[in-house]
């Protein structure tokens, strides 16, 4: 490993000690795992109420798990096969044989197994991106190796706690939407509903800071209203292209311009606070008459601690439909209807839980990008999602947001994220020079954002 940063260019990985990096696989890795034991010691005795000693000996199985995962992540330990029966295990055990043929220089090998392939490949010497998403698959081998306990979301503890203790923050925002629908109609100006648009973007970019995998785990609370700090925050936002992302939204209106109906595809991110916003946005996109269908996309399992998997979605919306409070049950059964009557789809798809960078997608899973190709507007929200569009390289950070995304143009997208990671494209020099003077930490606190914007098409 060197001592440096991670050279301009190359894809970001723990082999360079002064990145964040080698800080996550070192040091955050391990407490998310250890965060993970602890919280299913604490379900011991609700899994034996629920599914008796057989469970409980599953559920030990699991800690042990965590236990190893944790020992091979610290002790740079090469990476294995993955070894249950998920959809998905063909797709990472052959990624496994590329990435180490790769690392042999045998680009062209034959070579068509694990055990074939003449190169081993560990956490802190291969790509960050793809390490990562591999401890968290690893966890989920662990869940479906199981015959009881194989729908366990490990996760779901920290979940629930934080979307608890977000409650007054959502209350309020859900009281904040319910006002802005009643003014909405034919005599609301186009002015007004642009600016309603841009304080609920900006509400959904803000709520990403609510990130688990980012905290390791440790709860992160919305217990103020985001609403009453905007103005401030907006000073924190490096990238802004809303004004662009209302144009596309105003082209979308005119049926010359697009025949058939309007929709926006929204790439989520985390769920509990961050998920309301996301779903604020969209009952604003749908009740403005901006677009006509909203398609929602999940984790196909527990991911990065807090994603949103398909139970989250649909627990969310229940849970706010059995509130007591009124506008809060309003919205749930609203929502709920919207999923029945078609006006917003959900779908989980394996390829967001792979860890392919979204440029391959054409190549790897063209069912998924064909279907994003009919979108009029793909929405991808957090951190993950911008890492994985711009390949996790470290870019010159004036680089050109639609430049870094390689050739991944399958609509119109934008993406909301804090940055929490040290790879970003797009910036104005100045703007640059400015942040890194304010904030030795700017690229992995997150408590800046951007709003990127491409209407490339290919």
Known sequence: ????????????????????????????????????????????????????????????????????????????????????????????????????????????????????????????????????????????????????????????????????????????????????????????????????????????????????????????????????????????ILVDDTSSIWNQLEKMRHPSDYPTSARIDIVLDNSGYELITDLCLAEFFIASGLVTTVHFHGKAFPWFVSDTTQEDFYSTLTKLEQSTDEVAARFGQKWLKRLQDGSWHFTVHDFWTLPYTFDQMKLRSPNLYNHLAASNLILFKGDLNYRKLVGDINWDTTTPFCDALRGFHPAPLCVLRTIKSDTVAGLNDDVKTKVSNTDAQWMINGNWGIISFSDQIS
């Open 1 to 236: 490993m060197a001592d440096e940063t991670t050279p301009i260019g190359e894809p970001l990985t723990a082999k360079y000690r002064n990145s964040f990096a080698y800080t996550t696989i070192k040091d955050r890795l391990p407490v998310i795992l250890s965060k993970i034991a602890d919280s299913l010691c604490r379900m011991k005795d609700q899994v034996k109420a629920d599914y008796g000693e057989k469970g409980c000996n599953e559920l030990k199985t699991i800690i042990g798990c965590m236990s190893k995962l944790r020992n091979e992540v610290q002790t740079d330990k090469t990476l294995k096969p993955i070894e249950d029966q998920r959809s998905d295990v063909s797709q990472w055990n052959d990624y496994l044989v590329e990435v180490r043929n790769l690392a042999a220089g045998n680009v062209s090998s034959s070579s068509s197994s694990v055990e074939d392939s003449s190169a081993n490949v560990s956490w802190f010497n291969e790509r960050w991106l793809y390490v990562e998403c591999y401890m968290y698959r690893r966890v989920q081998e662990a869940v479906e190796l199981c015959e009881v306990l194989n729908q366990l979301d490990v996760f779901q503890q920290q979940k629930q706690s934080a979307l608890l203790s977000s409650q007054p923050a959502i209350d309020g925002l859900l009281s904040f939407l319910d006002d802005l629908l009643s003014k909405l109609g034919p005599s609301i100006s186009d002015f007004d509903l642009q600016v309603a648009f841009k304080h609920l973007i900006q509400v959904a970019l803000w709520s990403n800071k609510c990130d688990l995998s980012i905290s390791a785990g440790a709860e992160m609370k919305y217990q103020f209203s985001l609403l009453e700090t905007l103005k401030i925050l907006s000073d924190n």
